[in-house]
Structure formats: structure tokens, C-alpha cells
């Protein structure tokens, strides 16, 4: 199983990218409820702040940005493809 560390908070995060662990794999690891509900709380704070961050960085991605982006789209996946944005549910055709 992977290294984990308990924050400042009191939380379990993985060390290898500092994310809380599933909630499958805290089940397994015998917490009590209260503990399991601040973990799922932290993950799912983790995740809203992770989405506004998103948002702000899209909302401010330049021209040049949404051009090359468009162009790696094209090129990974040909032209006519419809791709969605699995955060923001953004359609877009290559």
C-alpha cells in the first residue's frame, strides 16, 4: 500500500500526491465513522477547491492557448471529433 501522512488537520493523505485516499481504500482501513466522515469531508473540499481553481484557469486561458489546445486536440484525436470536458461538460469538436 502506498505512504501515507496525517496532515495538520488530522487528515490521511497519500505522500505521493498529497490527495486523500479513496473512499474504498478507507473502508479497508478500519476507521471509525466520525473519522471516515471528516476524510470523505477533506476529499470532497480537496475536489471544490481543485474545480474553482480549474474554472479561474480556464476562464482566463489566453488566444494562443485555446488555439494550441485545439490543435493537440486535432492531433491526437482527427478532425470532426466531439470531446467533452468531463469537469465543466464543455463540448468541442476538433
Do not use: H
Not at 500500500?1 to 495538520?8: G, V
Not at 473519522?35 to 481553481?53: I, Q, S
Amino acid at each position: 500500500m502506498s505512504e501515507k501522512y496525517i496532515d495538520a488537520a488530522g487528515i490521511i493523505r497519500w505522500v505521493s500526491n498529497d490527495q486523500v485516499p479513496p473512499a474504498d481504500i478507507i473502508a479497508e482501513m478500519g476507521f471509525c465513522r466520525a473519522t471516515v466522515a471528516n476524510l470523505n469531508a477533506a476529499r470532497t473540499e480537496d475536489l471544490r477547491v481543485f474545480l474553482l481553481a480549474r474554472s479561474e484557469a480556464r476562464a482566463n486561458i489566453s488566444k494562443e492557448q485555446l488555439a494550441e489546445e485545439r490543435f493537440e486536440q486535432r492531433a491526437a484525436f482527427g478532425p470532426g471529433v466531439k470531446l467533452v470536458d468531463i469537469f465543466t461538460g464543455e463540448e468541442t469538436i476538433t
